[in-house]
């Protein structure tokens, strides 16, 4: 029992450091902290649970997260694939399943492999879809993954549809000054820079898209005269 207390209150300290980490921009000193935190509570848990504990695939998860802040993707991708292989074989939270496939797809688009990250998101995103209220923070967070993922594809519509999503939920969950919110608005920032180098038609069709689903035909033509005003300005 000793050594998981102390697994646990390695974990906690890493957790901490984790957060500071996000906060300050993800130093790679801090992140060597973190990942020993994390590398120590692993061997304890290594040591006194099943290999196929679904425990260990969280531990996975987040010695993962470290290396991929890192930059060091091969490994961060060991380590996912190894909590991946845990909770496909095993009886565990549809929604661990959900956040490893997640980091699994936000490894992928940082490499700039941009169909496999787009599997994993899918993946990721139909379970917790299925598993969250609609306004979840979870949901806002694997939205936002998917907005950068078809910003960098320049696929601006579903750029636009997805960041939406996540201001909405953002700014009814959130704090103003929750880090997440923050990197929101910051790619919500990057959409409007690009949209100014984007032929209006094609924003045009874009909008017309999404209004239509919603059946809002006055929101189109707010937003289309909104966009011509913004050309003829800049």
Not at 108 to 128: C, H, N, P, V
Not at 194 to 215: D, S
């Amino acid at each position: 029992m000793g050594d998981y207390e102390v697994a646990l209150k390695a974990l906690r300290n890493a957790y901490i450091i984790q957060e500071k980490t996000f906060q300050e921009g993800n130093p790679a000193f801090i992140l060597r902290i973190a990942l020993d935190y994390f590398e120590k509570c692993l061997a304890i848990r290594e040591r006194v649970l099943p290999e196929d504990h679904p425990t260990l695939a969280i531990n996975y998860n987040n010695i993962g997260d470290a290396h991929r802040l890192m930059g060091d993707y091969d490994k961060a991708l060991a380590f996912y694939q190894k909590a991946s292989n845990i909770q496909e074989n095993v009886k565990c939270s549809p929604l661990d399943c959900a956040t490893t496939y997640v980091n699994l797809g936000e490894t992928y688009r940082e490499m700039k492999e941009y169909l496999t990250a787009l599997t994993y998101f899918q993946k990721g995103l139909k379970i917790r879809e299925e598993k969250l209220p609609k306004s979840h923070p979870d949901l806002a967070a694997i939205y936002h993954n998917m907005s950068k993922l078809y910003l960098e594809g320049q696929k601006y519509c579903m750029t636009t549809k997805y960041v939406q999503q996540v201001i909405a939920i953002g700014q009814e969950k959130l704090s103003s000054t929750h880090p997440h919110l923050l990197a929101y608005g910051k790619t919500f920032g990057k959409i409007r820079t690009k949209e100014k180098n984007i032929p209006i038609a094609t924003l045009i069709l874009c909008h017309f898209t999404q209004v239509k689903a919603n059946g809002t035909v006055n929101g189109l033509k707010r937003r289309i005269n909104g966009l011509k005003r913004g050309k003829t300005a800049s």
